[in-house]
């Protein structure tokens, strides 16, 4: 007669090894997910996967070299596995997959490389992912750069921002049809980054569709636009910074504006200009902006000249002390909720009150 009790022990045994298979079964599901490129469907992209999986070399050997041109060649049809590739567990693939992402230029990459720039914690993956955002030249890339560009810890990073902000810029101007050296400051909105503005000179320009065609609202400032940022969740909702008037809001897209000044200390004749404009994430009635001034004739030289901090959405302006390096900050910019200022090279952690 068959043991009872031995048979629910048989049972529970086999129940925690198939239990156990499982999971070790999804993990391997899991781990290959990260690591792997795209399931290859015929010859071509089967291609295509040896060639990403040459690039996981930190050495620029003859193999990964050959890889390289065969992906540029390959174009498009290597975009999705290469954007798999971006998420890899392996740095040196994550990296490569970037700067091949920025060879071929897909706006298709756009979304991931500028996460990859915010989010990968290896700085040399967010400079090639800084790069390829550059070379594609995307609106919807305009806040994940301008971002890194203040705010990344590593300089190269930075700079690689920079460079590529520099080369938005350049498309924006053209497509727009504006003189690239009167162009002050430009923003895309958080909340529909297919709408950009632009401010040339006193003039702010308005795209829908990510800087592809573009409209004017001519001669609404009455200065010199030297910064410009969005509401983070109201993408009508504008803020200006001007030489020598302060700073402006609009709350119809640019199409009226109105001078939010009170506590801002003009100098009459002063070259004095809102270098930065920056938007609490978390609560957008919270902003701050850096000051500074032109000083010189023959030799003109920017001094930044402190910051201050609205809490009622622009409506009023108080000093802001963040220590002695206040003085030296011209740029800002929020990252994972925290403030910081860019003074020359140097990134500050800026210690804001509650």
Known sequence: MMNISALFQNRSRRTWITAG???????????????????????????????????????????????????????????????????????????????????????????????????????????????????????????????????????IVRGTAADSLARVRTILAKAANVNEQHIGAYAAAPSQQDLVYVAAKRDIWASRDGGKTWGTLSN??????????????????????????????????????????????????????????AIDPDNANVLYIARGAWVGTSSVQFYPNGLMVSRDGGETWIALNVGSNAEAIAKLAFRDGQLYGLAGDRVLALATPQ
């Open 21 to 155: 298979a499982i999971v070790a079964l999804l993990a391997i599901i899991a781990f290959a997910a990260v690591n792997a490129t795209a399931t290859p469907r015929n010859p071509v992209e089967v291609q295509i996967q040896g060639w990403i999986a040459d690039l996981q070399s930190d050495k620029l050997t003859a193999t990964r070299q050959q890889a390289q041109r065969n992906l540029e060649r390959a174009g498009q049809s290597a975009v999705p596995q290469l954007l798999v590739a971006l998420r890899s567990n392996n740095s040196a693939l994550r990296r490569n997959a970037a700067d091949m992402l920025g060879y071929i230029a897909s706006p298709q990459a756009t979304e991931a490389l500028a996460n990859a720039l915010r989010n990968d914690p290896v700085p040399a993956v967010r400079r090639n992912a800084a790069y390829a955002l550059g070379e594609i030249h995307e609106a919807r890339a305009i806040n994940a750069l301008q971002q890194a560009a203040v705010a990344d810890p590593s300089r």
């Open 220 to 277: 609404v400032l009455p200065s010199q636009v030297t910064a410009l940022t969005v509401n983070p969740t109201k993408a009508q909702e504008l803020y200006a910074g001007t030489e020598g008037m302060g700073i402006f809001k609009s709350i119809d897209g640019g199409a009226t504006w109105m001078a939010v000044n009170d506590g801002i200390v003009l100098t009459p004749g002063a070259r004095e200009a809102i270098t930065a404009i």
